[in-house]
């Protein structure tokens, strides 16, 4: 079984990611598939009237800050325009796809961040009402009667907090937790980037090969959002996942050129 | 196990049916959930733009305009929005649901209207981009499973074609289909009136019993959307749903309510 975790860039193609999973479906291939959403999210957020915020935390990442507003609008987005759409594309392709978040069922059980230490203009600031969270249970019984019915998931990162409250956790992360508790044997991280460079934005400076033993160095070498796949990748190898590869979700054949060596390989 | 489906009226209060839910389901009721979402999608789809369109046919239903940007919304707020914030309602009182669109698993497979005849002005027009299908099976696997878990299942009525696209079906009419497909002892069609009524809108002219044999003639009775519903009323009947109840969405309790008799009692 592979995990995949497609970003949410403007330029990603999901009809090309969908021709390559229909056909390594059609090949016996088992595909788990998590999206993202982003770019779509602050489009209409935007014409809604509530653009999008972010925030950098204390301890460097930059994240999505979600209020009840916000959520509304990633719940719009993520578990209905983009879930269903990729569902439709899977569909019409002869490939029986299931959509969800990780609120239904209560397949990602999240601890919700109950104040988030921020940085703004130099100073430290606390924020009390985000709703995002950390992942801390996967529940796979509906995911394994999928698999069993050759039904592929596509799941929203959205969790259920332990009050029953919707969360936003970050889909790298998310996709690890869920290639860990799947036993995968690998885990994909396909976005805008050809995989993790040595000097963002040079393409030509692409890591191909990444010695588990040495993760944590590159958390200093990533950038930006790369730094949650970096931080992904070492929570999935060290929860058991066989090999963790981030690739360009731009192309044709994604994930088969993917899984054919193109990209930076973590094993 | 009852089948309940509830409108999308701006005035229904969902956290209310969704205590009623909790309690029933605690006293080891199964219910499965079929929701609306007009009102918020007409919202919404006026703030991005694309205010909605509505259509009168032939046959003298008005039914949404569903074409590609339409269905976005459609998928955005139905999907997204009013199924995820049902689900976390649920959730938040210990009910473990699982929010999905009838596309996911091919739940609803439905045909589409190639062309839909319609009357603007006295005169009739074909239209040909409509997005708008008729249910011709269900696939109740992944139900009888969550229910099998004490999973309640939350469906937003958008249906599969035979080519794998995404269909706008009626919410009624689906969940119709969904309560004979899973032999359902009741169907319960709840919205923003307190049932059938003889003089619309006075509500003192509640319809409080039908027969079954006369449900062609209140056919005439029905005005607008309650056409559908007397319509999906007739379907599930004859397909071997006991009882159909149309009642209050409005109200405190609004199943209990509609078990214990109140409004409109088709058996």
Known sequence: MIVVKVGGGADIDYAALCDD??????????IVLVHGGSSETNRVATALG???RFVTTASGHVS???????????????????NKRIVELLQQR????????GLDGRILQAERKATLRIVENGKQMMIRDDRTGTIVGVDTRMLAVMAANNIC???APIACSLQGDALNVDGDRAAAQIAIALKADSLLLLSSVPGLLSAFPDESSLIPHI??????RYMEVAQGRMKKKVMG?????????????????????PISQALNGQGTIIA
Chains 1, 2 share one sequence.
Do not use: H, W
């Open 21 to 30: 999973i229909a056909a390594l479906v059609k090949q016996g291939q088992q």
């Open 50 to 52: 509530t653009p999008p």
């Open 64 to 82: 999505r800050y979600t209020d009840q507003a916000a959520m509304d609008v990633f719940m719009m987005v993520y578990a209905g325009k983009i």
């Open 94 to 101: 002869g490939i029986n796809a299931f959509g969800c978040s």
């Open 153 to 155: 998931p596509v799941i």
């Open 211 to 216: 010695a588990r033993a040495d993760i944590e």
């Open 233 to 253: 990748a070492g929570e999935a190898l060290a929860g058991g996942v066989g090999r963790v590869i981030m690739a360009d979700a731009r192309i044709q054949n």
